[in-house]
């Protein structure tokens, strides 16, 4: 089989995916994050994909810098406990699963909306074309509204015996405090039937106020606006704390960003020069973002 018909099962028409994921997955490119630039590859005239590096301003290396520590941050707190049943929620067009499942004895269970599990399931026929060896585990793509509970509990049934580990990252952001409180009840009802954890990479916090999102791009602006993304945050880290506590989860784990392995940093380098660095290590600079390992209390 040739190239050309390897990436003839990927999605033609790039409209056919959301603008954000979308832009995440051509930012995810510049990356090392596991079939990040293949599957970039793919949205890129189905070619080679060559990452434009020049000419891009500060704002746009935090932000892939960000991305990029986000998704590692779920692989640390994964690795230290273990973990073989995984679920990811609404995972959109990332291959965490894809990645693990080869090299790790782990069954996982990939999932989002029905449209994207269908795009997403072409890009994987596309990125696992002509595989011959054995994997390691076990990787499938399923569709899951995360708020659908006994359609949710029904799928956890699809694992093996044993704990189960929930992973998601870019999920929260778009669930207002009733919808967060729904999920909340679902997961924490499962944790205690199977055991496990539950790793979100979503606990971010408000803007300060007269901080508003002037420093970002028009797109990134009407995205955050369209979806009332800063009204869903949480009002500060104790109050995300207190949130999940009040839901029946402890806060276990904080994951720790090693920025030092990212392959953004090189880049915003580059780009925006030795400050930019140390601006990234100042000590008073407003830490927005957390990624937590949850369990389940009793």
């Given at each position: 089989?040739?190239?050309?018909?390897?990436?003839?099962?990927?999605?033609?028409?790039?409209?056919?995916?959301?603008?954000?994921?979308?832009?995440?997955?051509?930012?995810?490119?510049?990356?090392?994050?596991?079939?990040?630039?293949?599957?970039?590859?793919?949205?890129?005239?189905?070619?080679?994909?060559?990452?434009?590096?020049?000419?891009?301003?500060?704002?746009?290396?935090?932000?892939?810098?960000?991305?990029?520590?986000?998704?590692?941050?779920?692989?640390?707190?994964?690795?230290?406990?273990?973990?073989?049943?995984?679920?990811?929620?609404?995972?959109?067009?990332?291959?965490?699963?894809?990645?693990?499942?080869?090299?790790?004895?782990?069954?996982?269970?990939?999932?989002?909306?029905?449209?994207?599990?269908?795009?997403?399931?072409?890009?994987?026929?596309?990125?696992?074309?002509?595989?011959?060896?054995?994997t390691a585990g076990h990787y499938e793509l399923q569709p899951l509204n995360v708020l659908d509970g006994p359609a949710f509990q029904t799928l956890v049934q699809r694992f093996p015996p044993g704990p189960v580990s929930i992973v998601n990252e870019g999920l929260l952001v778009y669930l207002d405090a009733t919808e967060k409180e729904q999920l909340c009840q679902t997961i924490r009802k499962i944790l205690l039937a199977r055991g496990g954890c539950w790793i979100t990479a979503d606990i971010y916090i408000k803007k300060p106020e007269g901080d508003p999102l002037e420093n970002t791009s028009a797109s990134f602006r009407q995205w955050s606006e369209q979806h009332k993304i800063e009204e869903k945050k949480f009002g500060s880290f104790q109050l995300a704390r207190d949130f999940f506590e009040r839901m029946g989860f402890t806060v276990e784990k904080e994951a720790k960003p090693d920025y030092s392995r990212l392959t953004a940093l090189t880049h915003l380098a580059k780009n925006a020069g030795p400050d930019a660095i140390e601006r990234l290590r100042q000590p008073g600079r407003t830490r927005l973002h957390a990624t937590w390992r949850l369990v389940a209390r009793t």
């Open positions: 089989m040739t190239t050309d018909d390897h990436l003839s099962t990927a999605p033609r028409d790039p409209a056919s995916i959301s603008p954000s994921a979308y832009a995440l997955l051509a930012m995810k490119g510049h990356t090392s994050i596991p079939f990040a630039r293949e599957a970039a590859a793919l949205l890129e005239n189905y070619g080679q994909f060559t990452p434009d590096l020049a000419d891009k301003p500060e704002e746009y290396w935090n932000r892939i810098l960000h991305f990029e520590s986000r998704y590692w941050s779920i692989d640390q707190l994964l690795g230290d406990q273990p973990a073989t049943n995984i679920l990811e929620l609404s995972s959109g067009f990332s291959f965490r699963g894809l990645a693990l499942s080869r090299n790790l004895p782990v069954y996982y269970i990939d999932t989002d909306l029905p449209g994207v599990i269908e795009g997403k399931q072409r890009f994987v026929n596309a990125l696992t074309a002509g595989e011959t060896s054995q």
